[in-house]
């Protein structure tokens, strides 16, 4: 090992690393357990968390071959591979597989592929890529340009139809061009068109769209449909208590009343199982998991890898916020899986090299000059 690979991994951030490996290992157990259902001689498991454990396997491989190489080369590579997941996404409509009526995968033959998280790394290169060359808070121009830009992937995920995606790579991008910087009077004037606007979106929406905000604004209009899911998510966590009903020991995960136990509504299994407390140090973990994070950005040596470090950050903290509001009833029911704890072979590796893309900035934050 030579003088500088012993450098390398002395500035890797392995608290970041040892909190990822713990919130995966902690989700494995509770896929272990949502995927129980109880029968009359005993309890069948399904095969879920056997896979997710292959699919984190394969995400800390790729994790580790983000850390291989210099991250600033990435801006080059950003327009390449944002073309390629437009690409991707553009294919979607023509050749995808249709799961519960949305079409959002495409078959390989071996295994499938969802685009749109593909395209949650890329549009986050491209944005990093392009509000890095602005050393100048936006102006008017630099930010209808971003907009223009980035925006493509989320109208392609958008008629998928993924409402859950689109919210969260416009939150996304919202965010990082916010911690960049806006001129005042670009911030003020967004300010007051934003809430002028947000209601025309409700004309383009999907009839079952409209329904889930229907059914969040008052879940009781229809319990057996389009609020059962939220329903029986409030049951589960609510009969949790403060100290849960015990591994396995959920009713309504293991007699199935609760729908998408292994992806969506994970957490809502973890918390009957586990009870407040338990949530409580799965909610510390977060933060901690956030803090490991924020510590790469803030010593960053180039504007390039803050932001694209502040973009990931912003990627996991928008991900958690919707699903624990949406399995607790706070936000409508979008689809938006729990980083780490839901069940996903694509979600996964893109988290791991999500965070790959955070060790590299971490890894080389000795070799540049502030900038």
């Given amino acids: 090992m030579t003088a500088m690979d012993r450098r390398l991994l002395t500035h890797a951030n392995w608290s970041l690393l040892g909190f990822t490996v ?7 157990a509770n896929l272990y357990s949502a995927s129980g259902v109880r029968m009359d001689d005993g309890i069948m498991i399904a095969p879920f968390y056997q896979k997710q454990l292959l699919w984190g396997l394969v995400g800390l491989v790729c994790m580790a071959a983000c850390t291989m190489f210099e991250y600033r080369h990435l801006r080059a590579l950003a327009l390449p591979v944002f073309v390629l997941s437009i690409i991707l996404l553009a294919m979607v409509p023509v050749a995808g597989k249709t799961v519960y009526g949305a079409k959002r995968w495409l078959d390989f033959g071996l295994f499938n592929l969802q685009p749109s998280e593909i395209a949650k790394i890329t549009t986050l290169l491209m944005g990093a890529s392009l509000l890095s060359r602005y050393k100048d808070s936006l102006k008017w121009r630099d930010l209808v340009f971003l907009l223009v830009v980035l925006a493509i992937p989320c109208a392609f995920i958008f008629f ?7 919210l969260l790579l416009l939150a996304l991008l919202a965010c990082m061009i916010l911690y960049h910087g806006v001129r005042a009077y670009v911030f003020k004037t967004c300010c007051l068109i934003l809430p002028l606007t947000l209601p025309m979106s409700w004309f383009i929406m999907k009839d079952y769209q409209k329904e889930r905000i229907l059914t969040f604004l008052d879940p009781s209009r229809d319990l057996q449909g389009a609020g059962y899911h939220i329903t029986q998510s409030q049951i589960a966590i609510g009969s949790g208590q403060m100290w849960g009903k015990g591994f396995q020991g959920g009713t309504q995960s293991l007699l199935r009343f609760l729908p998408e136990k292994h992806t969506d509504f994970a957490v809502a299994v973890f918390s009957e199982e586990w009870g407040f407390l338990g949530c409580l140090v799965l909610l510390i973990l977060f933060c901690c998991f956030f803090l490991c994070i924020i510590y790469t950005i803030r010593n960053a040596k180039d504007s390039f890898g803050s932001i694209l470090c502040a973009g990931v950050f912003f990627y996991f903290f928008w991900q958690i916020l919707i699903n624990i509001g949406m399995v607790v009833g706070l936000m409508p029911v979008v689809g938006v899986p729990l980083p780490f704890i839901s069940y996903g072979g694509t979600a996964t590796i893109v988290n791991f090299i999500m965070l790959g893309l ?11 000059k502030m900038s």
């Fill in 160 to 166: 998928q139809p993924d409402l859950g995606t689109t």
């Fill in 358 to 368: 955070v060790m590299n900035v971490s890894m080389r934050r000795f070799m540049f």
């Fill in 22 to 28: 713990i919130l995966f290992l902690i989700g494995v």
